[in-house]
């Protein structure tokens, strides 16, 4: 047989270096690969040593962390919307649904904190019912009219109540806006009908003193005409008739044609002479 032709299979040994060499290669691969970590812009990193909450928050941007023995959980600390509806019941006993729309978020540097106390479930565990808890206890200190007529004090306590809640979790509100409120039909049929008289009463008022103004208008006018009736009164003198009888029978001489009348005015009429 010819040497040339015989296949040579390769050295186990060298078969065994070559599969450890490759395996340490992927194993360093993944240690490595595991011993950094990107937290995203507008979160934090907590960071977890085989399941303890450590006293370190990561910021945006990347992280050594120790392979299979460190893990990070990231959170967001950007702001965030919670929206609510909620029925209480105002100071004079009529049923209200407030909408309450708030803006809140957490606090970086103890998101730790809050995720150890509490977990990722924050916003069930502490935000919505903080929300409730702050709307029943201001709206039982007003009444149904009061909570429409009084809208921005009532918001600005609703504010301080909820801002005591949150931070107690190192959660930070930033804004609240009641966007509704909503009574019982039988409450909206009543606000409707004192409207209405109000309007009413309002009309009738004006139409009172417009009469008023009126009235006062003519007696001004009556005044005025009878001050004027007086001093016409005072004017007159006889020196002032015996001008003015001068003055007619002047324009009677300027009108004469020469011809005597037939008859003259007063009680005995003249006879034709002719």
């Given amino acids: ?32 690969f595991r011993s950094f970590t990107i937290v995203e812009a507008g979160h934090r990193g907590i960071v977890l040593q085989l399941g303890a909450v450590q006293p370190q928050v990561l910021s945006e941007g990347l992280h050594f962390v120790v392979p299979f023995i460190q893990t990070v959980v990231p959170v967001e600390v950007r702001v965030q919307k919670a929206e ?7 100071r004079d006993l009529q049923t209200v649904t407030t909408t309450l729309a708030v803006n809140y978020h957490l606090d970086g540097g103890t998101v730790n904190s809050l995720y150890q106390n509490v977990g990722l479930e924050y916003k ?45 979790y190192n959660m930070i509100l930033d804004e609240i ?24 009463a309002l009309k009738s008022k004006l139409d009172l ?8 208008q ?26 003015r009888q001068i003055e007619a029978q002047l324009k009677a001489i300027e009108k004469w044609n020469g011809q005597l009348p037939n008859v003259t005015g ?9």
């Avoid at 050295?11 to 240690?31: F, K, T």
């Avoid at 609510?84 to 105002?90: D, R």
């Avoid at 001004?220 to 002032?240: F, G, I, N």
Wanted: zero cysteines.
């Fill in 124 to 168: 069930a565990r502490i935000v919505d019912p903080a929300i409730s808890e702050a709307l029943k206890a201001v709206t039982a200190q007003y009444t149904a009219e009061d909570l429409i007529s009084k809208r921005s004090e009532v918001s600005a306590m609703v504010k301080e109540a909820l801002t005591a809640k949150l931070g107690m």
């Fill in 177 to 200: 806006n009641i966007t509704e409120f909503k009574f019982s039909e039988e409450f909206d049929r009543a606000i409707e009908q004192k409207q209405i008289a109000e309007q009413q």
């Fill in 218 to 243: 003519e007696i001004t006018r009556a005044q005025a005409q009878a001050e004027a009736l007086r001093l016409q009164k005072q004017e007159v003198t006889p020196e002032l008739i015996q001008l």
């Fill in 209 to 216: 003193e417009r009469i008023k103004i009126e009235k006062e």
């Fill in 1 to 32: 047989m010819n040497p040339e032709n015989v296949v040579r299979m390769p050295n186990p040994r060298n078969v065994s270096r070559i599969a450890i060499g490759v395996l340490i290669v992927i194993v360093l691969a993944i240690v490595g």
């Fill in 84 to 90: 609510s509806s909620q029925v209480s019941a105002s």
């Fill in 266 to 274: 007063g009680a005995t009429p003249f006879i034709n002479v002719d």
